[in-house]
Every structure is written in structure tokens, then in C-alpha cells.
């Protein structure tokens, strides 16, 4: 017997039923061990040994693996094609032979896959290797840099900046990115300008528009007509001419190339831009088309996997590309050679292929009836760009004329493009980052130099210069893989985390740093700002490829790095809460204290309180907050709170949005510990608490006027009936929700609580119900008191009383169950279960023990002086 160990269980069931009965497939479950998440885990003065442990689920995993391997004449390791496969492949042959499973004399064989399909999975176990020590080098050193860095920069964060959380490698370069951006866009001043373009004439072709090039022999740029009295004076120039003439007309042909198929990267990009899906979603989904699904009454996998920057497809894929190509589009669409590509990315994986589809012939439209939505069109983004890859190039002719006006000082152009060919974009083309316009798609009439023109308008146009956007999940990707910093199997899990340490929050789809996340990048910046230099960071990863290649000993890499990095904390021992204050303060003040456009003479620091004394940032046990230089004389604090949209600062004052017309109180937006609320009026004398409502988090506060905010008073509202019961929605604890009966479920985050209909209340529900998240139906009252419900759960239908929950016979409908039916599999139940489980019905009938006696003192030494003689017996 062979024993064959995998990632995943889905994965398992497939290979084992490829690879026949002589095969016994394992799933790991990812990784087996890990390390322990506490200080020491890894010893610099040890040379950098490291402490490995086996949690609770890893430890199920081994002895499974451990019992199958005893007995096997051969182990394959068939975990992922990537540096963390080797490195998982590596863990479970370590333990192995730690707990001596392994007979000696066992072969150990490494077996890599790019696609989980019958050929290439039985092609790769008649090529198996050994393990690739250098991968497992590069992924040792990897792993100790990340937890030294965490382990040792942490607590510095936690005793000099209380409040923050942890601080992580690559995630803090990330999240000074984002910073950065942030900055820019507040210290942005928006400048005003001016465009001018002129509606022009050729007799018997139609009319075109040209914008203003040249004006009175000086060149216009963007910005050269800085306010109106300059455009209405270049409107006066062009009106006043009387002539329009052709100076000379450019033309030439452009091919416009195929993008390659997607990598890693490219995939997470595209996915965001085209179907709005998040880093960590998509390659979620892409794991699922990976791992396969039961096509035809086969379980294959439908894409190459997916953790990879290469884009060299197999040449068995390009000739099923070309050969669709051919058959759907054409030989007029197909390239008189295939196309090959190479990746621009540093130390790019070149053995692996692009992410593809592993059969062309699996088109998206024949798979949309066997996967779910989102998986459907992930696969259809996949398959097309794949597709189009090996498509011709688009031809266009790209037509550039000069208009002379007047004496020709001044001078209008006109751009435009004439598609001649569209190749591959009658099948797919990229998306962009930024809505822009592109004036080469205007379409221009047939024009020739020396060519008179007729003048019909001339439009002027105001505009204001924008400040750079912040950044996408898509353009962060972009810039990450730009400045070489990670990699593109580590980007979503980078931006996950910085959400979940609450140091970035998505808003509209663009990342904003929260206030915790800018006091953390500014004390790294001030204290440690080497370890947050993209040039820094991007060299480390150039090391650690060094090491996969086998150029670079990754212990010296380490003790290269900690020696320094072991300093610099060092000399963070002695720093005082005071100058970290100051540094934070000089940095982020025209943050916390922007100053009113409106009013800049008023200075922003000005206490409102005592009028005397100057606000700046202190640091409490719970982290930052606003406080008066006249502290303790004045008292004034407030939270470290995020502008409302317009400026105001809703902790220190509250905004007014109007008045309830029912009740006549004030309805205002404020700010309170637990993020943004709308209150009705002000709390009475006694102690009530008037309503408030909770602002959604995808519900900018600048968007929040008196209708909006009398809608979130008015939560819950009732959406109508459902199966004779109530379904409502409103906001919890844990954001909107919708209910029935004692069944609630959350609303996406994409949907509006104060918009969401019966029908899609009701789809949530059965989604939750499907899920073991709700009862199916109300079968009636116990004779002891209580409901009993019916069930779906992960081993299929049950009934439930209080705690007790019983299993429906496998034949049973879960919907034709009676109460009378239920209540006899409720008792025997009952009757099995821990005193703990009981209902108190079943718990009072149940024969009371009798308390065994208190032992003596004399008893227990008693009972001590036998046991010898007892184990003796025994």
C-alpha cells in the first residue's frame, strides 16, 4: 500500500479516485505545526533554532498519517506546488520520523501537480523528486523574520504606544502605504483651471471637436488657463481668427497586444475591478475551482493552481487554445504562431504556469450549470483571459491633425482612433484601476492637410485638479507587487489582517487608515523607520529568493538582519511616553488639527474648553485621545475621532441634522466608544436613555441627513409575513440584520437595511435554516415546557428540546415530522445525555446519587497504606 498525503480533503477524494486502490490518500489539513505563538519560539542565541508544536486539530492529523505510514511500502508527499507545500511536505516527514512512524528504509517521495485532473495527476507520480531543501531554507527564514519581527516589535508597540496592536513585517510596509496616500489627500489643495475646445466643421463629413494646443505661439498645458478671465480671453483669440485650416494630418497603424494569463497577482487585480471581489474572496473561490467539482459524474479540477507568478502555459495548453480560437472566432482571429510569455516580476516562479483553465474545451458557459455564482463567473474572468492570451493582436489607425487658427500662432488638435481589427478584444479586455476618459476612441471624418474648416463653438470648461485616489485592493496589490514587497500568495492575507487589527477600514471599496493604524505607522516611522522603507523591505524578499535559489544561506540572512533589528530595539528601551508623544504629535497634527478652510486665522489647537490652552495628542492605558496643555486646571479630552466628512469633529460636538416632525426633538449624527450613531432629542432628567440607532458601517456619516437618520430610528421595521410569522430588519450588536421568529441572520455588507424587501429577507433566512443556523419548523410545546424545533445540520436533520438535540432516521422528511413522532427520539436522548445537557424535566427524574462520605484524615491515610497492596492484586 501507498500512502499519499494531500492538503485538502476535497483534493483527497479526487486523487485517491484516480490514483485506484493500491493508493490510500491523507489529507493534512493544511499544516500540521506551527510556532507557538509565545516569546522564545525562535532562539537568535541558539542559532536561530526553532521550537515547533503540534495543536489539538494537527495532532489528529499525524496520528492518522502515522498509523496509515507503519504499514505502507511508499509515502508520496503531493501537498501544493509552492514554497509553503515543500515546507508542509517538510513538517509532516519531521514529525514523523520524531515519533519513529517511519519504518526504515521507507521511500519518501515529493509529487507536484499544477492542475488536479487524472493525466496530470498519474503524470506526476511516475516523475517523483526529493524534497527541495532550499524552498524549505527560504520558507525557515521567512517564517523566523515574520515572528521576530512580531515578537519582538510588538511588545515595544504595546508598553511605548498602549492601545496598538501587533506589528507584522510586510503588513506594516502595507499599512504605511496606505497612510501615506491618506496624507497626501489632506494635505492636497484642490487648483483651479480651465479647458477650451472648439467645435469644428469639415463641409460634407460632420462635425469633430479639437482642443486648444497652442495659444498666441505659447504651448498650452493643463494647467496654462489657470481662471476665467485666461479662457475667456483664448475663447476671444479662436472666435475672433475667422480661419480654420488642416496644417497636417498623422496617421499610422498600432497593434494593441494580448495580456498574458493571469498570475496570482493579475488575477486579485482584475477580479476587484471586474467583479468587485476582494483579495481573500477570490482566492477562496479559486482554491474551490482548484480542488474541483463533479462534472459529469467526474470530479475534476477546473483551473491551474492558483498560487503562482508565472505565465508560460504548457504547450499542450496553447495548441486547445489555439485549436478554440480557430474553431469559435476563426483562422482570422488566430496568430500565425503561438504566443509565449514571460514574466517582467523579480524572481518570478517560472516552473509554474499561469492560472488557466485545465481544459479549453470546458467552456464558461457549459460550466455556469454546475458551480455557484460567484465561482462561474471567477471562472469565466479565468477561461477568457486565458483564451484571448493566445488571440491576434487589435489594429487600429491612430489619427493625430493640427488646425492652424488664424495667422497659425494658435493652434487646435484633434486625436482619434479607427478600429481596424479588434482581434483579441472581441473577447476579453483589461479593466482600469481609475475611470479616465481617453480622447484616441473619439472617431475623427476623413480630413487632409490644407483642408479648410468651418468654426461652430467654442466651449470652455472649468475644472479643479483632484487629489490622488485612495488605494483599491486592486492598485494596493499593484503597488505592492510594484515596489517588489511579499508575495503574490501573501497579499490578500496582508490586507485581511490589517482590517482585523481595526487598522484600515474598506470604505467604497478604498482602504482608510483608521487613527490606530496612522499613530502605529508614525511611531515606526519615527523610531524604527528603516523596517518600514519599501527599498528595505523589497532587498529582504530579494534575499529570501536568493535562498529558494540556493545562492543565499538563509542563516546568514537572519543573523544579518537580527543584528541590526536586535539594536534598534535595544534603543527603544530607554525612550520615555514623552518623546514618542512629541514624535507622534509633530507627525499627525495637521491630521487630528486640520486647520478651517473657511476660518484659517482660527487656530485648530485652541482649546474649547478653558480658551487658554493648546489641544495635542496624549496616550492613556487604553491608548490615544485629544487633551489641554492645562491639564489638570482643564480637563477637556476627547477621543482621537475621525472627521465626520465635513470637517467637524462629532465627539466634541455633535451635528444637528433637524427636526423629528412627529415629536418635534433634535435629531443629531455624534460619536460615542462604539463608532458613529443618530440620537433622537437629549436624555431625560431620570436617567432615560433617548433612541439611538447605529450607523452601518458602509454608511459614510457626510451622507447622513434627517430622512436617513429618522429611517435608523425607526428600526426595526417590519418587511411583512413569511409562514404565518413576522420578518423584520433592523440593527444589532453585530450590524444589520434580518429576522424571523427566533431565527436572524446578517446583512451582507453590500445591502441597505433601510432598503432590503420581503423576498430577499426571506432568501437570507433559508440560507441560514440551510446551514444549521435556524430551526426549519416549530413543532409545538414539550410536555415539560419549551419548543421543539426541527433542524439541518451538518449530519442531517434533527429535532431539539432546551440543549437536547436528536438525530431524524435517515429516512425521514425533516418537513412531514410530527411533534408526536419527535418526542420518543427526544427522551431516549435525553436519557444518554450528560446531567450537564439535561432538560430539567429529564434532570429531576433522574435516580439522585448518593453522596459518597468525607473522608478523615485517618481514612486517607489509610487508603494510602493500601493502595500499594491493592495494585499488587490488581
Not at 117 to 124: D, F, L, R
Not at 305 to 328: C, F, H, K, P, W
Not at 342 to 352: D, T
Request: with cysteine.
Amino acid at each position: 500500500m501507498h500512502v499519499v498525503v494531500v492538503e485538502s480533503p476535497a483534493k483527497a477524494k479526487t486523487i485517491n479516485k484516480y490514483l485506484g486502490k493500491d493508493f490510500e490518500v491523507l489529507a493534512s489539513y493544511g499544516h500540521v505545526r506551527d510556532l507557538p505563538s509565545k516569546d522564545g519560539s525562535v532562539n537568535p542565541e541558539a542559532d536561530f533554532d526553532m521550537a515547533w508544536s503540534v495543536d489539538e486539530r494537527g495532532e489528529k492529523r499525524l496520528r492518522d498519517i502515522a498509523r496509515a505510514v507503519k504499514q505502507a511500502d511508499q509515502l508520496y508527499l503531493a501537498t501544493d506546488p509552492d514554497r509553503e507545500g515543500e515546507a508542509i511536505s517538510w513538517h509532516i516527514v519531521e514529525e514523523l520520523q520524531r515519533r519513529k512512524a517511519l519504518k526504515k528504509g521507507t521511500p519518501v517521495k515529493r509529487v507536484v501537480f499544477n492542475e488536479i485532473t487524472k493525466s496530470a495527476v498519474i503524470e506526476a507520480f511516475k516523475h517523483p523528486r526529493e524534497l527541495n531543501r532550499e524552498l524549505i531554507d527560504a520558507y525557515l527564514a521567512r517564517r523566523a523574520l515574520d515572528y521576530l519581527v512580531g515578537f519582538t516589535l510588538s511588545p515595544v508597540l504595546w508598553r511605548k504606544l498602549p492601545g496598538s496592536r501587533s506589528a507584522g513585517r510586510v503588513q506594516s510596509v502595507a499599512l504605511r502605504l496606505i497612510c501615506e496616500r491618506e496624507s497626501e489627500i489632506e494635505i492636497f489643495r484642490p487648483q483651479e483651471y480651465w479647458s477650451l475646445a472648439a467645435e469644428l466643421e469639415a463641409v460634407g463629413q460632420g462635425r469633430f471637436k479639437a482642443r486648444l494646443a497652442q495659444l498666441e505661439g505659447e504651448k498650452i498645458e493643463r494647467l496654462s488657463l489657470g481662471n476665467e478671465g485666461a479662457a475667456r480671453h483664448a475663447e476671444e483669440v479662436v472666435r475672433a481668427a475667422g480661419t480654420y485650416r488642416v496644417a497636417s494630418v498623422d496617421r499610422k497603424q498600432v497593434r494593441r497586444h494580448p495580456q498574458p494569463p493571469f498570475t496570482t497577482s493579475t488575477l486579485q487585480q482584475e477580479a476587484s475591478r471586474k467583479l468587485g471581489l476582494g483579495a481573500t474572496r477570490t482566492m477562496r473561490l479559486a482554491q474551490q475551482l482548484y480542488e474541483g467539482h463533479e462534472i459529469n459524474g467526474e470530479t475534476v479540477g477546473l483551473i491551474t493552481y492558483m498560487r503562482t507568478d508565472g505565465v508560460a502555459m504548457s504547450n499542450e495548453a496553447i495548441s486547445l487554445a489555439r485549436q478554440m480560437v480557430s474553431e469559435q472566432y476563426g483562422d482570422t482571429y488566430l496568430p500565425s504562431a503561438p504566443r509565449h510569455y514571460k514574466s517582467k516580476a523579480k524572481n518570478a516562479q517560472e516552473a509554474h504556469e499561469p492560472v488557466r483553465p485545465t481544459d479549453f474545451r470546458r467552456t464558461p458557459e457549459q460550466m455556469r450549470r454546475f458551480l455557484p455564482q460567484d465561482e462561474a463567473r471567477l471562472y469565466e474572468l479565468i477561461y477568457l483571459r486565458a483564451l484571448a492570451s493566445q488571440m491576434e493582436s487589435a489594429r487600429f489607425e491612430q489619427v493625430s491633425v493640427d488646425i492652424a487658427v488664424g495667422d497659425g500662432r494658435t493652434r487646435l488638435r484633434a486625436t482619434g482612433q479607427i478600429p481596424l481589427f479588434d482581434g483579441f478584444l472581441k473577447l476579453y479586455q483589461e479593466g482600469r484601476d481609475e475611470d479616465s476618459e481617453d480622447e484616441n476612441q473619439a472617431r475623427l471624418p476623413k480630413l487632409e492637410e490644407g483642408q479648410d474648416l468651418h468654426l461652430r463653438d467654442v466651449l470652455t470648461e472649468q475644472h479643479f485638479t483632484q487629489p490622488p485616489p485612495r488605494y483599491s485592493e486592486a492598485s494596493l496589490v499593484k503597488k505592492l507587487e510594484e515596489l517588489g514587497i511579499g508575495r503574490p500568495s501573501t497579499y490578500a492575507s496582508i490586507l485581511q489582517v490589517l482590517q482585523d487589527r481595526d487598522y484600515v477600514r474598506l470604505e467604497k471599496k478604498r482602504f482608510i487608515p483608521e487613527d490606530r493604524g496612522r499613530m502605529v505607522t508614525a511611531f515606526l516611522q519615527a523610531f524604527f523607520q528603516r523596517y518600514v522603507e519599501y527599498d528595505f523591505t523589497a532587498q529582504l524578499e530579494d534575499q529570501l529568493d536568493d535562498i529558494s535559489g540556493g545562492r543565499e544561506d538563509w542563516k546568514e540572512v537572519l543573523r544579518r538582519f537580527w543584528s541590526a533589528f536586535s539594536t534598534a530595539v535595544e534603543e527603544t528601551k530607554g525612550l520615555r511616553i514623552a518623546e514618542v508623544i512629541d514624535a507622534l504629535d509633530r507627525d499627525l497634527g495637521p491630521h487630528f488639527f486640520p486647520v478651517d478652510a473657511e476660518n484659517p486665522d482660527k487656530d485648530p489647537r485652541l482649546c474649547p474648553s478653558c480658551n487658554e490652552g493648546r489641544l495635542g495628542l496624549r496616550i492613556g492605558k487604553t491608548g490615544g485621545f485629544i487633551g489641554c496643555s492645562n491639564y489638570p486646571d482643564c480637563r477637556y479630552t476627547r477621543p482621537l475621532a475621525q472627521a465626520d466628512g465635513e470637517g467637524g469633529d462629532l465627539a466634541a460636538e455633535p451635528r444637528k441634522l433637524g427636526l423629528d416632525p412627529e415629536s418635534g426633538l433634535e435629531v443629531t449624527l455624534r460619536k460615542g466608544p462604539y463608532g458613529l450613531y443618530v440620537q433622537l432629542g437629549e436624555a431625560a432628567a431620570k436617567g432615560e436613555k433617548p433612541k439611538r440607532s447605529s450607523l452601518p458601517k458602509t454608511l459614510p456619516p457626510d451622507q447622513v441627513d434627517l430622512e436617513r437618520a429618522l429611517a435608523l430610528l425607526s428600526l426595526p421595521r417590519t418587511l411583512g409575513q413569511h409562514e404565518g410569522e413576522e420578518v423584520t430588519a433592523g440593527i444589532g450588536r453585530f450590524g444589520p440584520y434580518v429576522r424571523k421568529g427566533k431565527t436572524y441572520k446578517s446583512i451582507p455588507a453590500d445591502e441597505d437595511v433601510l432598503n432590503i424587501g420581503l423576498n430577499r429577507a426571506v432568501d437570507l433566512l433559508a440560507q441560514k435554516v440551510e446551514r444549521g443556523g435556524g430551526a426549519l419548523k416549530t413543532l409545538g410545546d414539550h410536555p415539560d415546557g419549551g419548543e421543539v424545533t426541527v433542524h439541518s445540520g451538518r449530519y442531517g436533520p434533527y429535532v431539539k428540546h432546551g440543549k437536547i438535540n436528536a438525530t431524524l432516521p435517515k429516512d425521514s422528511d425533516p418537513q412531514a415530522v410530527t411533534l408526536e413522532e419527535a418526542l420518543p427520539l427526544i427522551a431516549a436522548k435525553a436519557a444518554k445525555a450528560p446531567a450537564g445537557k439535561r432538560t430539567a424535566s429529564t434532570a429531576k427524574k433522574a435516580p439522585a446519587k448518593k453522596a459518597p462520605a468525607k473522608k478523615t484524615a485517618a481514612t486517607k491515610t489509610t487508603a494510602k497504606k493500601k493502595a500499594p497492596a491493592a495494585k499488587k492484586t490488581a
